[in-house]
């Protein structure tokens, strides 16, 4: 079946530093491609998103690219600050079919 | 976007008892996904529920143990059965965007805690 495989945290970084969190999938079709973020006591929340391969998408200087060739969807950040600490969950959705499969969640803590 | 209230937010409770949780949305939907969080854990689909229809349960799920209700297109209850401190998690509400663009919208969340 379909799943998603994020790298294992936490990622623990500075601030300013560069942040990169591994996703990659495994899916039939072209599925469309989610981050959320979970801040500290907070619900789930749409980072940003790809519906087809070559897309990328991006939101509070987050980006990731859906990349067919190798399965991936990498977010990336240029310059994380102390309040992006949250775990990240990289998910995927089948076009019809309404379910929305998470990878473990990847915890960034960013410190001053 | 759509604006999901969920409640309670958090609650304690005793091994045995059941509780049930209720999401609240300010459009009507289609479909309504309740999901379960287990501690530091990701979040597994526990079941899907439509609107006039039962509701159809992910593997290792039944409806003995969270019955749901969807009684019209806004609301939608989801019941945590005879509960063991296994259940302690947080149980999310979600829809499906209306737009077509296939993103899910999340509740709060419930963090119940069985002791």
């Known amino acids: 079946g379909d799943s998603v495989t994020q790298m294992e945290g936490p990622v623990t970084l500075s601030e300013e530093a560069f942040l990169t969190i591994n996703c990659t999938y495994t899916?039939?079709?072209?599925?469309?491609l989610f981050w959320y973020v979970q801040y500290p006591g907070e619900g789930l929340q749409l980072l940003l998103k790809?519906?087809?391969?070559?897309d990328k998408g991006s939101n509070k200087g987050f980006e990731a690219t859906y990349r067919k060739e190798t399965t991936s969807f990498h977010l990336e950040k240029g310059s994380v600050q102390v309040s992006d600490s949250a775990v990240y969950f990289c998910?995927?959705?089948?076009?019809?079919?309404?379910?929305?499969?998470f990878g473990a969640g990847t915890r960034l803590a960013v410190h001053p | 976007s759509a604006v999901i209230s969920q409640k309670p937010s958090r609650d304690i409770c005793q091994r045995g008892t059941s509780l049930t949780i209720q999401c609240q949305v300010d459009?009507?939907?289609?479909?309504m996904f309740w999901y379960r969080q287990q501690p530091g854990q990701s979040l597994t689909l526990i079941a899907t529920?439509?609107?006039?229809?039962?509701?159809?349960?992910e593997s290792g799920f039944v409806i003995d143990k969270f019955p749901i209700s969807r009684p019209n297109l806004t609301f939608s209850t989801l019941t945590v059965s005879n509960m063991s401190p296994e259940d302690s998690s947080i149980y999310l509400c979600?829809?499906?965007?209306?737009?077509?663009?296939?993103?899910?919208?999340f509740g709060q969340g419930t963090r119940l805690t069985v002791v």
């Open positions: 979600s829809v499906e965007s209306r737009t077509g663009t296939y993103e899910a919208f």
């Open positions: 899916a039939t079709g072209y599925p469309s």
């Open positions: 790809a519906t087809k391969a070559d």
């Open positions: 998910a995927l959705m089948q076009r019809g079919y309404n379910k929305l499969i």
């Open positions: 459009s009507q939907v289609t479909m």
């Open positions: 529920a439509n609107q006039g229809s039962e509701a159809t349960y």
